[in-house]
């Protein structure tokens, strides 16, 4: 197969697809994950997103774009998945008694942060688990950093609230 370099490490050494690969599908599977709620969708988008990425060949510039490429195509992938499924004409009350095969723990304020309302959730995430700062945060999502600093205030208020109700 054909291995195209799709970057450049910082030391300016080419990196293949399965480089990038091995680099960020943790990464990637966690956000999906958080979307998906289980291991097989979370599988199946986070596929998808390595296809789209060798697929189209995006070239990175720093390891900063090809993190934030990989991460805003991974919530786009999710949300395009979940829209379908919404769209779809199965009942969720299909599905209320189904049970989950799911292998990943979760730790419980890690799951009280994925049930949060999905504007927390990505600023949350994105800030606490993967590191990113309210600025960055804010590129990555196309909004302004107000908008994510509210959204941070309202989550960790929310949050506060839940955990102190289950003490």
């Known amino acids: 197969m054909n291995n195209p370099t799709l970057a450049c490490a910082e030391d300016g050494t080419p990196q293949t697809f399965e480089e990038i690969y091995e680099r960020q599908f943790a990464m990637v599977y966690r956000v999906c994950f958080s979307y998906m709620k289980n291991t097989a969708d979370a599988e199946d988008a986070a596929a998808d997103v390595f296809a789209k990425l060798l697929k189209h060949g995006v070239l990175f510039k720093s390891a900063e774009h090809e993190k934030a490429w990989l991460l805003r195509t991974a919530i786009n992938q999710c949300k395009d998945h979940l829209k379908r499924l919404w769209r779809s004409s199965a009942s969720i009350d299909d599905y209320k008694n189904l049970e989950s095969a ?9 799951k009280t942060v994925l049930d949060l309302p999905e504007r927390y959730k990505d600023v949350i995430y994105l800030y606490y688990y993967e590191g990113y700062s309210t600025k960055e945060i804010a590129q990555i999502l196309k909004k302004p950093p107000s908008t994510i600093r509210y959204h941070m205030r309202e ?13």
Do not use: P
Not at 103 to 109: A, D, H, M, V
Not at 155 to 167: D, F, I, M, P, S
């Open 102 to 110: 799911n292998t990943f723990r979760e730790s419980e304020l890690l």
């Open 155 to 167: 989550a960790r208020n929310h949050l506060k609230g839940v955990l102190e109700n289950e003490e």
